[in-house]
Structures are given as C-alpha cells and as structure tokens.
C-alpha cells in the first residue's frame, strides 16, 4: 500500500471516525457557534434590523460605529456618545463599551475593603457575560422586544436554531421560556469568550515577545504609563501595578469616580425624548448597589475601569462619551492632577465641565500623576495606540 492510500485512510478516519459512515455525519454545533449566528441575527428586535452587533461591530473595535457612517445622522447619534435603538430614535443610557476582552471581568463582587469589582457594563449592573447578553434584546431602547417570550418564539421561526438549541440544550428546551432566553444568553457569552474577542496580538504583545521595536516616542510613553513615579496609570489600568501580567488587559476591573465632565448635549438629547432618567449616567456604580448596600451614596459616579486594550479606536471616551479624542481625556487626567497646564477642554475651548457628584471624586489617585507636558502626552497616546488589536490597526489615526 503506497503513502498515498495510506494518507487518505488517515483523513477518513480523522473525519468520519474508524468504522463509521461519514457520509451521514453532520457538523457538530458548539454554544460558541450557536452564540455567534445569534450575535449577529437582527431578527431578535422589533423591527428586525439591530443585533449585538449594531453596538458591539466587530470590525470597529466591538463599538458601536455608526455615527462614523457616511450619510448617517450625527444629530441623532450625539457623535457617538449614545447608541440609538431599534427604532431609531431612542437613546441608549451611557456610550457602549468595547465588548473586546470583557471575557476577563470576574463576576461583579464586592471586595473586603467594601468596594467593588467585576461585573459588566459601566455600572457592574449585570453580574457576568451571561447575565450583561439578557439585557439588550429587552432594553427599550436598544432591540425593545417586549417580554421574553418574543425573543424565544423568534428564534423558533429559525429551524436549524430549534435543532441546535435542542441538540445544546436537550429536546425539552423550548418548553420553559426562562430556561431558554437563558439558553440564549448562555451562548452569545460563550461566544465572546473566544479568540476572536481577545486575540493579543497588538504590537505591544508582540513587544513582549521581542517581536517589534519601539519607537522612541512610544518608549517614552512606556515608560511614563508604568512609572509610579511619573504618572498613576497602571495603578487602575492594571490588574498588579508592580508589574506587568501576563495577558495584561490594563484595567484592574474597580470602579471609580475621575471626576468625567457631564455630557450636557448627551443629556438634553435624552431629555427632549421626555426620557425620566435624562442624566442616566449620574448614579453610576451607586444605583447598582442601592438595595444591597447602605453606603451606596459612597459610590454615586462611580464607574468601572475600562480596558484600555483598543482604546486608540473606540472612541468616544469615557461612560458618557463626552469626550472624542484620546488625547482630550489624557489633557483632562493631567488638568485633574492639579498641574494647570490643560484648563481648557481642546475639543469646546472652554473650561471643563464638573462631574455629576463631585463628593466622590477619587482626588487621591488623579493628583499623584505629575506634570505632563504635550510631548508627554504624545508619548502616552503614542503607547496607548500599540494596544490595538492587528486586525484593527489600520483604523488608527
């Protein structure tokens, strides 16, 4: 028997299993699989035209980049800071946050010092990916299905989802409504815990891996971002300030409030939609906890660190998207430090506008950078960029 035979013996089996009928055999369906096809099915909101992926693109970063489009209404979509719903009109609470790496977040929890860590979306409201994915579909100003019922019998009138969900979840599924919108979430989160959501592979990865040389302006930005000396960084964008970890996704998942200028055009647009919660950013991490937690006033504002991995191409920044440039929010972090190099806000020429609850501004940790100059922030945004996935890179300005 020569090799070739013996090569396609060897195939047969690999793929059909030693005496088995391959030609029978059909591709097995994974969570993960059944999770992307439903992340991208804009058949499960009202109107059937928004999914996961309206908000969370994967090709700009897991953002929402619509108000980038070319003929889109920048009115409508307030440069960004919001997302707008199924309807095209309503207006999401707070800027969507990059779903890239958030696989990381462990499950919100309140730590021994009494804060809190962990959880999904700006305010830690969903306890983990599962619980964040059962949101959106019935957010009213997102996909707005009605009940949870109308989610599940959309994805009834899709027949290979009714065999997948069976084959995934047992022939009984469709039978407990709760356990199946449950079913769904389950999958979309086991999506976004795949490579394709966190792949490392940004040119500070390949940095550590002697695999690209700095340049000497993204050096100097290295050097500033994780000197304790210099600048707070790393004390919040990392998960050990000391060091650098492994798979580092530069936040340490803790909430703050960094005093973030109130987004007043963002919240006279939701006002005039007569939406009661007009300032939806105003609680933050303080109406997450209200019912468990009798201190919650200590955390009014407060939001979680963002990841910072991307962050050259997701603006715009902040929770409440009021700032569209990465340099203006290193501007801001060097005119809360005290220095006064930076008092007027490059993007409105005027003065920086007060945060929504000035009593729990972690004064502390912003006055511990020091100066930086404009070759210093160029250096920092220079660095920042090299955080960009590979597959992103050519979205950076």
Not at 17 to 37: A, H, I, M, Y
Not at 275 to 303: C, I, M, P, Y
Not at 343 to 359: C, F, L, Q, R, Y
Request: glycine content about 8%.
């Amino acid at each position: 028997m020569n090799l070739h035979v013996i090569s396609l013996i060897a195939a047969a089996l690999l793929l059909g299993g030693c005496g088995s009928d391959s030609s029978n055999d059909e591709t097995v369906v994974t969570k993960e699989d059944l999770g992307k096809r439903l992340f991208f099915d804009n058949n499960l909101s009202l109107t059937r035209k928004t999914s996961c992926a309206t908000c969370h693109n994967p090709e700009h970063g897991f953002v929402d980049a619509r108000f980038s489009d070319e003929g889109v209404d920048q009115g409508v979509f307030i440069h960004g800071a919001f997302s707008v719903g199924d309807d095209d009109i309503s207006l999401g609470g707070r800027n969507a946050p990059t779903a890239s790496y958030a696989q990381f977040a462990p499950d919100f929890h309140q730590m021994k010092d009494g804060n809190y860590s962990g959880g999904q979306f700006h305010d830690g409201r969903a306890d983990s990916l599962k619980i964040q994915a059962m949101g959106p579909p019935l957010d009213g100003a997102e996909m707005m299905m009605p009940d949870e019922t109308s989610v599940v019998e959309r994805i009834k009138e899709n027949e290979q989802y009714v065999k997948d969900f069976q084959t995934l979840y047992g022939n009984n599924i469709f039978d407990d409504i709760d356990a199946s919108y449950e079913a769904m979430a389950e999958s979309i989160a086991k999506f976004e815990k795949t490579d394709e959501f966190a792949p490392f592979d940004s040119k500070y990865d390949r940095f550590k891996k002697g695999e690209y040389t700095m340049t000497s302006k993204e050096d100097l930005g290295y050097s500033l971002f994780f000197s304790q000396a210099n600048t707070n960084c790393a004390t919040c964008h990392t998960l050990n300030s000391q060091t650098e970890g492994a798979q580092e996704t530069f936040t340490n998942y803790e909430y703050e409030n960094i005093a973030t200028p109130r987004n007043t055009e963002a919240m006279d647009a939701r006002a005039a939609l007569g939406l009661q919660d007009a300032n939806a950013t105003f609680s933050g991490l303080g109406g997450t906890v209200k019912e468990s937690d009798a201190n919650w006033r200590l955390h009014l504002g407060k939001t979680k660190v963002p990841t910072l991995r991307n962050i050259a191409v997701t603006g715009p920044y902040m929770n409440n998207g009021v700032f569209k440039e990465l340099k203006t929010v290193l501007e801001f972090y060097d005119h809360m430090a005290g220095q006064g190099n930076h008092p007027i806000n490059p993007e409105t020429g005027k003065a920086w506008v007060d945060n929504d609850n000035n009593s729990t501004i972690n004064h502390e940790v912003l006055q511990a950078t020091k100066e930086l100059t404009d070759s210093k922030i160029a250096g920092i945004e220079a660095f920042l960029k090299l955080l960009t996935d590979k597959r992103y890179e050519h979205l950076i300005k």
